[in-house]
């Protein structure tokens, strides 16, 4: 037979179905496995060699919830996630997206939400959209030259602001026409024959747009009423696609909403994933419903439900007063809709805002995301080195003055030079490693590509495997190394029925080869990178002692923290993925 293209030798095999891993030899051949050996493999004049004796290999990384709408279109490589094994990417999340709306209404919904400034978002676009249609979209991603592979949603906000136009798509006076939902309707059709998810929307009205004329709205999406949302979630059930989703946080709940959509009594049931801080420091009991809640409705009410759940602690960083939790209540909402530094310093100064942001605070029976404690947040950086390792709520008390006294005045006074910290979820290990196992939760939440001086989540699968080999050692095991693998690559791939997250013979090429030596302590850590298309530096992850070497396409893409030349402009390996062509697709 020809000489194989790339050998992977020696290495621990994962397949990525929850198999108990064996070693063995992969040969690869135009981008797939067609050798899968126990004993050594030829390599030829030209074979490519990558000794993995002592590592594990396995499928590429299946990361469910990224927004690298903008970033793909001026940095198609996304080398933060190949770095960390990622080889496969969902964009489109939040009812955010770039495919139907015009530039300037992509960037007004996209950025604010996002924390990605407004003009990258319009400028990427300007520079690169050929695309009007979902199908034209879908070929545009074909021809650039990704990195990862890339599927996507349609996008709610995106949909509606296409149909009604900005302005009536975020007014309660708006109630589309009967002609309007059916366009909707065909739309999100063409959308699925081209190989999308399916819907991704938003129902929490915290996310606001950015932009001048309508600034501060909630997003689209928030404003569709029941005959709009039912509408299309029959094109989903019929088409049998997903909706991906998150809850509203206010005192009007609409959870039972979804479970009731979901349900498939009667009718196809509704594939549903909705976004979650799963264990809540403002609500700390809220764990034992999101442990329990999905897997007795999938059993008992005929629903396919899945908390999407990032397997990490969820910790913040601001800049100064720049953080989306704060667009929860009116008093932060309120100095971030004001974009002029003086203007929100002067309100800032204000008694009356004072009291009112004091208020709100201090509301301990109002609906959250944020625990709202400032002794619960560590200022990390500040010209008045004095403050710097304490938290904001003990220089206050240092100072004589209430928590919120205390971080207005140092806004105020140091902007977005005030650099401080808070975990919002996610805190407790012993509940962190029960959801990572839970059968209702899908590990995800990531938001690669979004919030790019507030979290940085790229390497949480790396993370995820730390803690169950650590808790192995401790003799303390909440999963085996194969059923986390599975649970990050092939569960999430069948689920959402694309051809990805499984490595055995005739499975396309998409593999990490990873050191366990290098999972330690450093894959935690954070790190600063320029990210010149955006003119600012990143929050990123480093685990180039863990993940040594990733292949997309049967092409090794990072091998011992260096790139390829030429990934991302001269050539790509990843491909746009459509949904339904996957090699093995869960019923």
């Not at 009536?168 to 081209?194: G, H, Q």
């Not at 667009?327 to 100064?349: C, I, M, S, T, W």
Request: hydrophobic share 40%; aromatic share 8%.
């Amino acid at each position: 037979m020809p000489d194989f293209d790339l050998i992977v030798t020696g290495g621990l095999w994962f397949d990525g179905t929850g198999a108990k891993p064996v070693h063995r030899n992969l040969g690869i051949t135009d981008g797939v496995v067609v050798r899968v050996s126990p004993d050594p493999l030829p390599a030829g004049p030209d074979t490519e060699v990558i000794d993995a004796a002592g590592k594990w290999v396995l499928p590429g990384f299946v990361d469910v919830h990224t927004h690298y709408d903008a970033e793909l279109l001026v940095k198609p490589e996304l080398s933060e996630s190949l770095r960390h094994g990622v080889t496969t990417v969902v964009v489109g999340n939040c009812s955010l997206s770039t495919i139907l709306a015009s530039n300037d209404d992509c960037a007004d919904i996209f950025s604010r939400v996002e924390a990605v400034p407004r003009h990258a978002v319009h400028d990427a676009l300007d520079r690169a959209r050929t695309w009007s249609s979902p199908a034209e979209y879908a070929k545009a991603l074909d021809e650039l030259p990704l990195g990862p592979n890339i599927a996507t949603f349609l996008d709610h906000s995106d949909l509606r602001t296409h149909v009604l136009g900005l302005g009536r798509a975020v007014t309660r006076d708006t109630k589309p026409s009967a002609a309007e939902i059916a366009r909707m309707r065909t739309l999100l059709d063409e959308a699925i024959d081209a190989g999308f998810l399916g819907l991704s929307s938003m129902s929490n009205p915290l996310d606001k747009i950015d932009g001048t004329e309508y600034r501060s709205r909630s997003l689209p999406s928030t404003y569709a009423r029941g005959k709009e949302v039912r509408a299309l979630n029959r094109v989903l059930r019929r088409r049998k696609r997903i909706l991906q989703s998150a809850p509203t946080v206010n005192l009007r709940p609409n959870i039972a909403k979804f479970f009731l959509a979901s349900s498939g009594f009667g009718r196809d049931k509704l594939r549903t994933s909705l976004l979650s801080a799963a264990d809540s420091k403002a609500y700390p009991p809220l764990v034992f419903f999101m442990l329990c809640v999905a897997p007795l409705l999938n059993r008992f009410a005929r629903t396919d439900f899945r908390w999407q759940h990032l397997p990490v602690p969820f910790t913040v960083y601001a800049d100064g007063i720049d953080l989306v939790v704060f667009e929860e209540f009116g008093a932060g909402a309120a100095a971030l809709h004001l974009k002029d530094q003086v203007e929100r310093n002067e309100l800032l100064r204000d008694e009356t805002y004072r009291r009112w942001f004091r208020k709100q605070y201090d509301d301990k029976f109002s609906p959250r995301i944020w625990h709202r404690d400032f002794f619960d947040a560590e200022i990390v950086a500040c010209p008045d080195e004095s403050v710097v390792g304490r938290s904001i709520g003990g220089v206050g008390a240092d100072r004589g003055l209430h928590p919120v006294d205390a971080y207005l005045d140092l806004v105020v006074e140091h902007g977005p030079k005030l650099r401080w910290r808070t975990t919002i979820a996610n805190d407790r290990p012993k509940y962190l490693d029960k959801l990572a196992a839970s059968s209702g939760v899908q590990m995800g939440f990531g938001d690669a590509g979004a919030h790019l001086r507030n979290m940085a989540f790229y390497n949480y699968p790396v993370r995820l495997l730390e803690r169950v080999v650590r808790a192995q050692e401790a003799g303390k095991p909440f999963l085996t190394p194969e059923r986390a693998v599975h649970r990050l690559t092939g569960e999430l791939a069948d689920w959402y029925r694309i051809d990805a997250g499984h490595l055995r013979e005739g499975d396309r090429a998409d593999l990490l080869v990873l050191d366990p030596a290098g999972l330690d302590s450093s894959v935690h850590e954070l790190h600063e990178a320029a990210l010149p298309e955006f003119g600012l530096n990143r929050m990123v992850n480093r685990s180039d002692d863990a993940v040594v070497a990733t292949v997309v396409g049967g092409r090794r893409v990072f091998r011992d923290g260096t790139f390829a030349d030429g990934l991302g402009t001269a050539w790509g390996t990843g491909r746009f993925l459509r949904a339904g062509t996957a090699a093995t697709i869960s019923a």
